[in-house]
């Protein structure tokens, strides 16, 4: 898959900002007034920020509305409910922190679950597709949880709970790996399937269908050397939850917590970008690639 | 609208010929053709006469080889015309988070409506057979029509109301009807050449069938076919014993 | 559910108007869509004999052609040098008068000084008459460079040629062989006729290095080894033979196989064909015993008999087949190898052949009379049929080798009948009833007769009577005496070299000779640019009629824009390449259905202008004024005869008359009323053995095809063959120059032979043959300039068989450098399995010089697309015999394109494919950037 930078800004800043207020909605911390509108105001401009950035990749975002509609079939449209929901139901309640030094809880729970249920939905959009085998697994929306719930940890200051969750995170992220790369195999589509021509021989793709480029080869078909992948997955992995750990294992500093946030975020937008750019399509058989 | 008729009134879709297609690419065109010049947004191209050249296609066709495994099998071409398959269980349909895209109760068309599309993408992501092409000019998700707009046409004379690429294809390798009737030519086509799916394990039931390649390099063996090399006469007997010989069949 | 309404019945036009295709020459009938005056939609012509309905993918692109932006807008004259593509744009008057000019004293003085040459025209019968009316011997279209063998061999054999003038019988055939075509002109009605005949279960065997289009479908691959085709034919046909598996009656009744050959070792006429004082072949009649012409009532030929007289013994021409192939040197196992296929394989076909020929025969009830007056109550089918283009006619030895597949078509009673393959009017027509060349120039005054026809003896070559040849090309010569279709690849180089003369002015129109239509594209180049002493151009003055900025309009003083296909008129006459079946007879027009938004000119009318202008006989008045208005005028008023037109249609002061009749000025209204064509069914019962039927050589006179019935027998012995090499052994006043005449004895065989041109290209050092294929989907150059057809075909790859991409440790996407005895180039290679495994091969004229066709100058076409014709030279490699052989075939002249040969290296990977060229300055600008197309609201 093409990794667009719209859609991994989008999903890793959504990830990260309704973790935060996930935590947040939960009272992790515990926090009113100033305070408070500092860490709801950084929680917005990542949820929004990313649900804006997802818009660049729209033909058309002057119509974006519309996905609500289709909430009963379409996970999209779910994640613009939840979304929404989450960030009334979290606005409502940061409010009542900001300006009324009021924690209504239940809103704060609810506010959480609708941010979970969020994160969950984003990752259902990955789930769901049949085509990409690589994404097509449970654990596909673990990872996005477990990321968003350590991420949050982390940007809430939830020491302990983030050392914790970034390790199960990653643990997370190697089992998708490591899975990951046998999916397709697994999926039982193949150039012989594609093609139905398995049935004579072994089957190869000879001429494409043209020689310029299409929208299919730009969104679908991104090639990225197996050695390439390797190197990325294992800095992504470092960025994400070694340093992080090791830095939040330290006697704390704000600034040794910074760097470990700073650390993470790298490390998922990495991972992000892999997720990405190593997932095949199935398109991508019936012009030879994987 | 996203949500899939439980069943549709007719499974209208083309059946495609794998023997006779010879990759022309006419089918290509007129698709191309008819398709900007009428439903929705015009087909449009990009760096039309310059490097990097794109443009959206309804229809494209491929090529692959196959190498049989005996191992003296010469390899084997075939070019693989795909456009929407108009899937019964269409996961392009249900992804749709506008309710753009929907199949028809009617006929089973899996269609767009543009002026709902925000050019999201996500149906082409859910579509195992490449069949959708976001078109860069307008912004709208761009498919196979099964030309909805020329198979009912009363402005067309009956005989071409059928899809633009079914009546242009020289072969004759596309076939356009209801397979949903198993009395229809479609599907006793499909039935008596053993059309298949593509793609089958995604579970999308795709209604556009492919009919496979006849055996290829079937030819009897010589020693089957000697009776009918059946020298005239001996070697020994020379040029005027071949003549008598052959010139008794006058 | 709701579903959004949508209007299911939009209207498709404001009106449909009906015209023929020009985007490549199978000449469809094409239904011209149109919203607001402008065109918005193509389709096919259900109702048309060629396509009927149908539309390939360049027809379908017409709208994109007719819209390029590389369409030339006014006459164009060279301010720059040639070559760079600077041009200042003038009126049409101005560009009149400078041709005037130009070719006024040429006309008065020398004629032959200018030389005429179209390309892949349709009007060869108007511009050859418009070159007659000049007076210049210098004519031709492109066939000498494309496919004359065929053409040629047909003719001389059969009285017809596969190429469009034939066709299998779809209908009833049940084994379909096709040998070396990809595409064809007759491209619509082969893969109609492909899909009709599997759909009925019959067999189709592709016989081709390359599996691709026509061949990746048929059921047997025959992977041959290119150029020996000629041999697995000769095989196959000892095989038949050897099993007596022939159509023995059809042999005696309908060929010259049963004709005596004088045998008269040493005479001047040893070898020919025994005949009466009336010069009517003679046989032995099996009823009488006695020698007879063939045509006579009653005449029974009998194959096997003998003459005895003077106490020499005659023996008919099956004699001399069987005694030639019968003989091992055809067995199976002595040319599998050479071939590559198995011994086996080519019995299991030949056999296959035989099997289907005559087990599976069928009759038709179509009672008939032949001319000799014998009635037949059935016809006879032999559902055998084959096709064959350029994979046989582009090499040296393809006129011997499209001979020897006629040979074998008759031999198995498959020509003409049920089943089989057939003629389509105006074939049959023997060589004999074709006229003979001309070339007697006269200052001031039209030429002798046609340019181009059939020579049957060296009486009838174009020689001067010093016996230097008459042409500029050098056709009707020594060099290549049956070169029916002129030479237009030589003319440049003789044109550049004065040999045999020099010329004054070169005028061509469509045909890009300084890119993909010339062998040496660079050597043409630089003798189109090179100067004298005097710093004047070699090749003085250059026009050419071009509707697009093509490769070629760079290289030309003075350009004269034509228009495009939908905005002029054309006439697909029954002189030319009509658009027949073999059942009817049928022409066609092209009108203009839109008007052309540019200072354009369609050429003909040009010419019908420029001919008043210069005074030429057939195009003025009595009283000088401008005889034909405009090519429409001339299409409605010009008579060829009395009674016969351009259009066989509409004729009579009614419009109801069918080949001859009156002028109609309604004509061409009465074409566009009728879809842009005319057909005329030939009769039931007059349809099959058309040669042969009375019926048919009737109607065929009503027709205006023939002044008199013309049945003939089908030429198994080519007669004026023999008297060429008559010549070379020395007999006759018309000599050959000595160092052709071994040439001539052994190539100008009566029956067909096989030879080999493989050590003339240096096979030893450059082992693996390189083809071309057409793309279905491109016309030659044209297709680049249309922005849909370019992005199936923006660059080209080498394709090499899997063993020569281990061999060369070579990958997909890997660079390699090509090198042929001549050249060299830089291309990228892609695998193929499916192909023999000796030959690599890419797409034809995909490569584009930059700055040409009004693209980018990096588009794709200039940067990663090559061509194959760098490789090529017009000019065999010296073997050291201190003389230049041309790279042709010796009897027809027919370039050999196909008998390339290279060596393949690994390389890596540079910027751009070499050899690059610099960038034309483009005359017409460049394209826009993005196409949104959508004429109706
Ligand atoms: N390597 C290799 N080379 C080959 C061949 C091959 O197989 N391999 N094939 C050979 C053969 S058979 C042929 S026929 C030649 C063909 O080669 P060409 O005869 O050169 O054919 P085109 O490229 O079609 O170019 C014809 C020219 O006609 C112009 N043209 C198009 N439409 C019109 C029109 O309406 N009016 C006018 N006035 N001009 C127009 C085009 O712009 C173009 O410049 O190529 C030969 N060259
Ligand atoms: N789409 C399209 N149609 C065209 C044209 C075009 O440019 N585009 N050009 C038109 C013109 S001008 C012409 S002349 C015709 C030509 O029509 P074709 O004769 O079909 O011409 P080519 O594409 O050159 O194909 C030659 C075929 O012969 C095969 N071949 C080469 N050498 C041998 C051999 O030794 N033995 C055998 N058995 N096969 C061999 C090649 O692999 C190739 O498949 O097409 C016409 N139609
Ligand atoms: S082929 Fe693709 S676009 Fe068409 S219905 Fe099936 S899934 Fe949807
Ligand atoms: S691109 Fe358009 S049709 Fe496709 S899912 Fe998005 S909104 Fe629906
Ligand atoms: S049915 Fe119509 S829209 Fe679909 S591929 Fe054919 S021509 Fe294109
Ligand atoms: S038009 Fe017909 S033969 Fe040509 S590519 Fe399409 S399906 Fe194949
Ligand atoms: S084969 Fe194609 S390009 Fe040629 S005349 Fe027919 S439709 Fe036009
Ligand atoms: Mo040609």
Redesign the interface.
């Known amino acids: 898959m093409h990794p667009a930078p719209s859609v991994i800004f989008f999903t890793v800043f959504s990830g990260l900002g309704f973790g935060l207020l996930t935590w947040l909605g939960l009272g992790y911390p515990s926090v009113t007034g100033w305070t408070a509108f500092a860490f709801f105001a950084i929680a917005y401009a990542m949820a929004v920020g990313g649900l804006l950035s997802s818009t660049f990749h729209l033909g058309r975002p002057e119509r974006a509305i519309k996905a609500f509609t289709q909430w009963r079939s379409s996970w999209l449209s779910r994640e613009a409910w939840c979304a929404v929901g989450a960030l009334v139901a979290m606005g409502l309640y940061g409010a009542g922190l900001v300006f009324l030094g009021e924690r209504y809880s239940l809103l704060g729970i609810i506010g959480a679950a609708l941010s979970m249920a969020t994160v969950f939905t984003t990752s259902m959009i990955y789930t769901q597709l049949k085509t990409i085998p690589r994404w097509n697994m449970p654990v596909t929306p673990v990872k996005f949880l477990s990321l968003s719930l350590a991420g949050g940890a982390l940007l809430s200051g939830q020491v302990t709970a983030a050392l914790v969750l970034l390790i199960i995170a990653g643990a997370v992220q190697l089992l998708t790996w490591s899975m990951g790369d046998k999916a397709l195999a697994a999926s039982g589509t193949d150039m012989a399937s594609a093609t139905g021509l398995g049935g004579i021989g072994k089957v190869r793709a000879f001429e494409p269908p043209h020689t310029g480029t299409n929208y299919l080869l730009r969104e679908f078909v991104h090639e990225i050397g197996r050695k390439h992948s390797q190197k990325l997955r294992i800095i992504s992995l470092v960025l994400m939850v070694a340093l992080p750990v090791i830095l939040l294992a330290l006697p704390f500093s704000h600034f040794l917590a910074l760097l470990a946030v700073i650390s993470h975020v790298a490390g998922v937008l990495t991972a992000r970008w892999l997720f990405f750019a190593e997932a095949e399509h199935v398109v991508g058989l019936y012009y030879g690639k994987r | 609208m996203t949500t899939l008729p439980t069943q549709t009134d007719k499974k209208l879709g083309l059946v495609i010929d794998l023997d006779t297609c010879v990759g022309c690419h006419a089918c290509v065109i007129s698709c191309k053709g008819w398709n900007t010049e009428n439903y929705g947004a015009p087909l449009s191209d990009q760096n039309a006469y310059g490097a990097d050249n794109s443009g959206t296609f309804l229809n494209r066709v491929h090529s692959f080889e196959v190498q049989p495994e005996a191992a003296d099998a010469a390899a084997q071409l075939i070019h693989f015309p795909k456009s929407c398959l108009h899937c019964e269980d269409a996961p392009c349909v249900t992804v749709c988070p506008t309710g753009a895209s929907y199949k028809r109760v009617e006929d089973g068309i899996v269609l767009v409506n543009e002026s709902d599309c925000i050019g999201c993408g996500l149906c082409a992501w859910a579509c195992p057979y490449g069949a959708r092409e976001l078109d860069q000019a307008e912004g709208v998700m761009k498919k196979c029509t099964l030309c909805v707009d020329r198979i009912y046409n009363e402005n067309l004379p009956e005989e071409d109301r059928q899809p633009a690429c079914v009546r242009t294809c020289p072969a004759g390798a596309r076939h356009f009807g209801d397979l949903g009737d198993p009395d229809s030519d479609v599907s006793k086509l499909v039935a008596e050449r053993g059309g298949m799916d593509l793609m089958p394990e995604q579970g999308t039931k795709p209604v556009n069938k492919y009919l496979p390649p006849r055996p290829k390099d079937a030819m009897p063996e010589f020693d089957v076919l000697a009776p009918f090399l059946e020298p005239v006469a001996q070697e020994p007997k020379g040029f005027l014993g071949w003549l008598d010989k052959t010139l008794e069949k006058l | 559910?709701?579903?959004?309404v949508?209007?299911?019945?939009?209207?498709?036009s404001d009106e449909v108007r009906k015209t023929t295709c020009y985007m490549c020459a199978c000449r469809c009938g094409i239904n011209v869509h149109m919203?607001d005056g402008k065109v918005?939609?193509?389709?096919?012509n259900?109702d048309h004999p060629v396509?009927q309905?149908?539309?390939?993918?360049?027809?379908?692109?017409g709208?994109m052609q007719v819209n390029a932006?590389s369409r030339l807008r006014k006459p164009l004259k060279r301010v720059g040098p040639r070559g760079s593509g600077e041009f200042e744009e003038i009126e049409w008057d101005e560009a009149l008068k400078i041709a005037t000019e130009w070719l006024e004293p040429v006309r008065r003085d020398n004629p032959e000084k200018l030389a005429f040459f179209t390309g892949r025209d349709q009007s060869q019968s108007f511009t050859s008459f418009w070159a007659q009316n000049f007076g210049t011997c210098n004519y031709a279209a492109h066939g000498g460079f494309c496919s004359v063998n065929m053409a040629a061999a047909g003719i001389y054999t059969m009285g017809g040629a596969f190429w469009e003038f034939g066709q299998p019988d779809w209908d009833h055939t049940k084994l379909f062989m096709l040998f070396g075509v990809a595409e064809d002109h007759d491209?619509?009605p082969i893969?109609?006729g492909?899909?009709?005949i599997?759909?009925r279960g019959a067999?189709v065997?592709g016989v081709n290095p390359i599996?691709?289009?026509?061949n990746?479908?048929?059921?047997?691959?025959v992977?041959i080894t290119p150029g020996t085709d000629g041999l697995f034919i000769l095989s196959m046909i000892h095989?038949?033979?050897?099993?007596?598996?022939?159509d023995?009656?059809y042999l005696?009744q309908y060929t010259n196989a049963p004709v005596l050959v004088i045998n008269n070792p040493g005479a001047d006429d040893h070898g020919l064909l025994m005949r009466d004082e009336n010069g009517k072949e003679l046989v032995i009649d099996r009823a009488t015993g006695k020698l007879t012409p063939f045509d006579q009532p009653g005449v029974k030929p009998d194959?096997?008999a003998t003459y005895e007289k003077d106490g020499r013994t005659h023996r008919p021409v099956f004699?001399q087949m069987?005694?030639m192939y019968?003989d091992d040197q055809y067995a199976p196992e002595n040319v599998a190898d050479r071939c590559g296929i198995p011994a086996?394989?080519i019995?299991?076909?030949?056999?296959?052949l035989?099997?289907v020929a005559?087990?599976e025969s069928f009759e038709l009830d179509h009672a008939w009379t032949d001319f000799r007056g014998e009635k037949h109550d059935k016809m006879i089918g032999r559902p055998v049929s084959f096709h064959s283009m350029r994979g046989i006619s582009a090499h040296a030895n393809g006129f011997q080798t499209c001979r020897a597949l006629h040979t074998l078509q008759i031999i198995l009673g498959t020509v003409e009948v049920p089943g089989g393959f057939r003629f389509k009017p105006p074939y049959p027509k023997p060589a004999t009833a074709h006229p003979k060349p001309h070339c007697k120039v006269t200052a001031d005054a039209p030429l002798d007769g046609p340019h181009l026809g059939f020579v049957h003896g060296p009486a009838d070559l174009a020689l001067k009577d010093d016996g230097t040849p008459a042409r500029i090309d050098k056709a009707f010569t020594w060099e290549n005496p049956m070169s029916s279709h002129g030479l237009m690849h030589m003319v440049i180089s003789n044109a550049y070299a004065g040999d045999p003369y020099k010329i004054d002015v070169l005028f061509m129109y469509m045909a890009n000779m300084s890119w993909n239509s010339s062998m040496n594209t660079r050597g043409v180049i630089d003798m189109l640019t090179d100067t004298d002493e005097n710093g004047e151009y070699v090749i003085p003055k250059l026009i050419y009629s071009d509707a697009y900025s093509s490769e070629m309009v760079a290289y030309s003083d003075l350009v004269l824009p034509d228009t495009t296909y939908l905005e002029r008129h054309d006439c697909i006459s029954l002189l030319d390449r009509p658009i027949c079946e073999a059942d009817a007879a049928a022409d066609a027009i092209r009108w203009p259905v839109i008007e052309p938004d540019r200072d354009v000119k369609g050429f003909q009318s040009m010419l019908c202008e420029l001919g008043a202008m210069l005074k030429l006989p057939g195009f003025t008045n009595e009283d000088g004024s401008q005889k034909y208005a405009d090519y429409g005028d001339y299409i409605v008023n010009h008579e060829r005869k009395p009674g016969i037109g351009p259009l066989a249609g509409f004729r009579g002061e009614n419009g109801d008359q069918a080949g001859r009749g009156a002028v109609n000025p309604n004509q061409l209204d009465r074409y566009i009323e009728n879809g842009g064509f005319f057909v005329e069914h030939i009769p039931a019962g007059a349809n099959y053995y058309k040669p042969w039927n009375a019926a048919y050589q009737d109607w065929a006179v009503g027709m205006g095809l023939y002044d008199k019935p013309e049945p003939y027998l089908f030429s198994l012995y080519s007669e004026p063959m023999r008297k060429f090499q008559l010549a070379a052994e020395g007999h006759g006043e018309r000599q050959p120059p000595e160092h052709l005449r071994e040439r001539i004895k052994e190539k100008m065989s009566p029956l067909p032979i096989w030879y080999s041109s493989e050590e003339e290209n240096k096979a030893d050092a450059f082992p693996v043959t390189a083809l071309t294929q057409r793309p279905?989907?491109m016309y030659h150059s044209w297709g680049s300039?249309n922005?849909?057809?370019?992005?199936?075909?923006?660059?080209?790859p080498l394709y090499l068989p899997t063993k020569l991409m281990r061999e060369n440790n070579l990958a997909d996407g890997d660079w390699a450098k090509v090198t042929s005895p001549h050249g060299e180039i830089t291309v990228p290679v892609l695998e193929?399995?499916?192909l023999n495994e000796n030959t690599v091969w890419t797409w034809n004229a995909i490569g584009k010089r930059k700055g040409a066709w009004?693209?980018?100058e990096?588009?794709?076409e200039a940067?990663r697309g090559f061509l194959l014709n760098h490789l090529i030279h017009e000019l065999l490699p010296p073997k050291g015999d201190g003389l230049r052989w041309a790279n042709s075939d010796p009897i027809t002249g027919q370039a050999a394109w196909f008998d390339l040969k290279v060596r393949i290296e690994k390389t890596p990977a540079p910027d751009e494919s070499k050899p690059g060229f610099d960038a034309i300055k483009s005359p017409v600008g460049?394209?826009?950037?993005?196409?949104?197309?959508?004429?109706?609201k």
């Open positions: 559910m709701n579903q959004p949508l209007d299911l019945s939009p209207k498709v919203k918005a939609y193509i389709e096919g259900k396509n309905g149908v539309l390939c993918a360049k027809g379908s692109a709208i932006p491209s619509n893969k109609m492909i899909g009709k599997k759909k067999r065997i599996r691709t289009g026509y990746a479908v048929a059921d047997d691959w992977g095989c038949l033979m050897k099993a007596g598996k022939m023995l009656n005696a194959l096997a004699h069987a005694d019968l086996d394989r019995r299991a076909i030949a056999a296959e035989a099997r005559f087990e279905m989907a300039q922005a849909w057809l370019r992005q199936l075909h923006g660059h080209n193929m399995a499916a009004a693209l980018e990096n588009a794709p940067t460049k394209g826009p950037k993005d196409l949104k197309w959508k004429v109706g």
